[in-house]
């Protein structure tokens, strides 16, 4: 059974910011796409970023792109969410999603169809 926790969601000020990570508990890690999406309060779940098992492709939403990065360590089973200049509208609850494939052949990056397991969450609250 693969098991997500994130970590590193907290308090900010806009114009700041965090890293979230993600410890997978899993042999196979470096098999699994992952992903980080988002729920802003009162609304649905949203995509935020991807990336594929080697590292080597990563996938944004508009909203982020130039200010967060994905990136993994397959030797320390984690994956990361480095997010800069952050914004209000950025405050949500981020999670953590792991796909048996190991890239995105058959779902987009954003679909969650593409993603077997979620973590719990970690709330992210970026004052104005």
């Known amino acids: 059974q693969v098991q997500l926790a994130e970590s590193g969601g907290g308090l900010v000020q806009a114009g700041g910011s965090l890293r979230l990570s993600c410890a997978v508990s899993?042999?196979?890690?470096?098999?699994?796409?992952m992903a980080w999406s988002r729920q802003p309060p009162g609304k649905e779940r949203e995509f935020v970023a991807a990336?594929?098992?080697?590292?080597?492709?990563?996938y944004y939403s508009d909203s982020v792109k130039g200010r967060f990065t994905i990136s993994r360590d397959n030797g320390k089973n984690t994956v990361y969410l480095q997010m800069n200049s952050l914004k209000p509208e950025d405050t949500g609850v981020y999670y953590c999603a792991a796909g048996d494939a190991t890239t995105f052949t058959y779902y987009s990056p954003s679909q969650p169809k593409m993603y077997n397991y979620w973590g719990q969450g970690t709330q992210v609250t970026v004052s104005s």
């Open positions: 899993t042999r196979t890690f470096n098999y699994n796409a």
């Open positions: 990336i594929n098992w080697s590292g080597s492709a990563t």
